[in-house]
Structures are given as structure tokens and as C-alpha cells.
């Protein structure tokens, strides 16, 4: 019996060795298979916060691209100018003033005019020459009449050129793309504006002196008629009483 237990004892305790060394990996691989919820969740918030402040700063980006892209926009220059045609239509203007015949818009030449052929009739002016001063101051008159019939002539042909631009400005007011565009189509349409006020001043300046030129042909019209009569009336010497024969003997 001892012979047999001496024999068993050295296999079995073997056979334990074997199975703790063959265990003994298996207990090194599951320490480093263990699961930390705390650090898991940590390394989640971690990655969440990451992507968050991308996420902020691809819209930071986006909202400084939209603010330079309006930027640009509200830099960008009107596409259409109507300023090369409104100075034509008001140089047309100035054109037809500058053509006024005989007595015109200048300060000297009208004071000239107003000294020598219209106020007191000259008492030792001719007949003759009476006559020549009023066809004189008819001509002033129907000339003036005539340029301002010109001027109204010129400014009723350009309406149809102000209703076009205005037209296109307000067009390009309303699709303005930015803040410029619709400063620059405004600025415009006031400029248009200010065209038609000019052509307003320059016909009541055209008409005003027509008128002013016949009120004053009238004036002196009447001044003349009173030369003319006291000349009919005490032609040379005056009347002088005398003899008259009426039948000869």
C-alpha cells in the first residue's frame, strides 16, 4: 500500500502544475479585456465636445463666407447709368437757350437794349426813325416768341426719354442685388429728377422773356403813340392864326 501511494502522489501533483500554467494566460488576457464604464463614457463626452466645436466652427466659417458675400454685393456697382443721357438732354436744353435771337439771357446786352430802344420816345427822333425803333422792338418780341416755342419744342421731345430712363432705373432699383446698387439707382433717379426741373426753369424762362420783351414793346408802343400824336397835333411851329383869301381879285 505505501508503494502504490508513493507512485500516485508524483503524476497528480504533475497534473496540477499543468493546470495552473495553462491557466495562467488565460488570467494574464482577461485583465486586459476589462470594460471601465466611467473612462468609456468619458472618452464618449470627449468625442461628442470634439465634433461639437467642429460643427461651431464650420458655421462660423459659413456665416463669415454669407457676411463677405454680402459684403460684396452691397459693393457691387449699378450694371445700368442713365448719367451720359440726362447730360445730353440737358445740354440739348442749354443748346436752344443759347440760340436766343436778338435780345438774349445776358444781363448787359438787355440793359444796352432797354437804354436805346425802349423808355421815353425821343422828342427829336424822326419819324422815320420812331417807326424803325418799333419794327425793332417787333422783332425782339416775335423772336423771343418763337425761341420759346423752341424750347417747349425740345422739352416735349425728351419726355419720351425721361419715361424710358425712368423706367429702367426703377427696374434696376427693384433687382438691385445690394445696398450700392440701390443707393446709385436712387442717386440717378434724382438726377433725372433735377433734369426735369431744369427743363421746367428753362421754359419759364423762355416764356418769361417772351412775355417781358411784348410787355415791354407795349409800353413803349404807348409811349410812342403819345409822341405821335402831339407831333399831329403841333406839327412844327404850332398852329398860327392868319388871313385867308378865300377868292382872288
Request: no cysteine; aromatic share 4%; proline share 2%.
Amino acid at each position: 500500500m505505501k508503494s502504490v501511494r508513493h507512485r500516485i502522489a508524483p503524476s497528480s501533483l504533475a497534473l496540477v502544475v499543468a493546470l495552473a500554467m495553462s491557466l495562467s494566460p488565460l488570467r494574464a488576457r482577461a485583465q486586459f479585456l476589462v470594460f471601465d464604464p466611467s473612462n468609456y463614457a468619458q472618452n464618449v463626452m470627449t468625442a461628442a465636445n470634439t465634433l461639437q466645436q467642429i460643427n461651431n466652427q464650420i458655421t462660423g466659417l459659413q456665416n463669415q463666407a454669407r457676411m463677405l458675400l454680402n459684403q460684396a454685393r452691397n459693393l457691387a456697382n449699378l450694371p445700368y447709368s442713365s448719367l451720359q443721357t440726362i447730360q445730353q438732354s440737358i445740354g440739348e436744353t442749354q443748346r436752344l437757350l443759347g440760340q436766343a435771337q436778338r435780345i438774349a439771357y445776358d444781363v448787359q446786352q438787355i440793359d444796352q437794349a432797354f437804354t436805346t430802344q425802349y423808355g421815353v420816345a425821343n422828342v427829336s427822333s424822326t419819324s422815320a426813325a420812331l417807326i424803325d425803333g418799333a419794327r425793332q422792338r417787333w422783332q425782339n418780341s416775335l423772336a423771343a416768341f418763337q425761341d420759346s416755342l423752341r424750347v417747349q419744342a425740345g422739352i416735349v421731345q425728351g419726355i419720351e426719354t425721361a419715361r424710358s430712363e425712368a423706367g429702367a432705373l426703377v427696374s434696376s432699383s427693384q433687382s438691385a442685388v445690394g445696398a450700392l446698387q440701390a443707393s446709385q439707382a436712387g442717386n440717378q433717379l434724382l438726377a433725372l429728377q433735377s433734369k426735369q426741373l431744369a427743363d421746367v426753369t428753362a421754359l419759364l424762362a423762355s416764356q418769361g422773356r417772351a412775355q417781358s420783351l411784348e410787355m415791354a414793346r407795349n409800353a413803349e408802343a404807348q409811349e410812342q403813340a403819345r409822341e405821335q400824336m402831339r407831333r399831329f397835333i403841333a406839327p412844327g411851329q404850332g398852329y398860327q392864326p392868319g388871313n385867308v383869301a378865300m377868292f382872288h381879285n
